[in-house]
Structures are given as structure tokens and as C-alpha cells.
């Protein structure tokens, strides 16, 4: 099992930064590949962005496109998400997960993810 523990998270006027960081601990040599989800307030847990831990090939939802980049530093067993040009509608809690059996066709799927974090709260005010 791995643990994992973000932070991060915080209040931002809309069009402002965060980064988000995802430090994993535990069996990390399992990690093949982590990735970020977020909740809004009564909504679905939504994919936002997957990495693979040994290549780097780098997955986007349609709400990150353009605007949140996801990297990793295997050194440090760390995930991030650099989140630029913030939206009301990017409130929500943000979670960080990681698979041991990764898949390039069912990244975005919730299921996929073995081990969760706690979530850390971003809200965007207008």
C-alpha cells in the first residue's frame, strides 16, 4: 500500500496559481503511473491529469488542457500540479492517486487508482 498526502490546496482569485504537491510513501516501488481527480461540491469525481511513473507519458482531461501541467520528481516520490489561469468552476477538493496496474485506454477512470489521498481543497473566488 502506498500513502500518499497533498497539499497545496488553498484560496485564489480567479485567474491566479496554485501547485499542488502529492508526496507518496510505502511500497513507491509499486507506483506505475499517479494522477489527479477533483469533486466539486455535489458532482462527480472528475479526472483531471495522469502521469506514468517510468516514462513520463502525460495524460489531460478536458479541464486541464491548456491550463494545468502535471510532473513528477521520482527522487522525492512527489506528484504536482501546477494549475495557472484558475476558474470558479475549478473549485472543488482535489485528490491524488496512484495505480499499480496502469492503463494508457482507462486512465481517467477512478477505478483504475489503488490508493488515495486525503484531497486538499482549492476554491476559486470571482
Known amino acids: 500500500q502506498v500513502q500518499l498526502v497533498e497539499s497545496g490546496g488553498g484560496l485564489v482569485q480567479a485567474g491566479g496559481s496554485l501547485r499542488l504537491s502529492c508526496a507518496a510513501s510505502?511500497?513507491?516501488?509499486?507506483?506505475?503511473?499517479a494522477g489527479w481527480f477533483r469533486q466539486g461540491l455535489g458532482k462527480e469525481r472528475d479526472f483531471v491529469a495522469a502521469?506514468?511513473?517510468?516514462?513520463?507519458?502525460?495524460y489531460h482531461g478536458d479541464s486541464a488542457k491548456g491550463r494545468f501541467t502535471i510532473s513528477r520528481d521520482n527522487a522525492r516520490n512527489t506528484v504536482y500540479l501546477q494549475m495557472n489561469s484558475l476558474k470558479p468552476e475549478d473549485t472543488a477538493v482535489y485528490y491524488c492517486?496512484?495505480?499499480?496496474?496502469?492503463?494508457?485506454?482507462?486512465?481517467?477512470?477512478?477505478?483504475?487508482?489503488?490508493?488515495w489521498g486525503q484531497g486538499t481543497q482549492v476554491t476559486v473566488s470571482s
Open positions: 492517486a496512484v495505480s499499480r496496474a496502469f492503463s494508457g485506454t482507462y486512465y481517467y477512470m477512478p477505478g483504475l487508482y489503488d490508493d
Open positions: 510505502g511500497r513507491t516501488s509499486n507506483i506505475a503511473a
Open positions: 502521469i506514468t511513473w517510468g516514462g513520463g507519458a502525460i
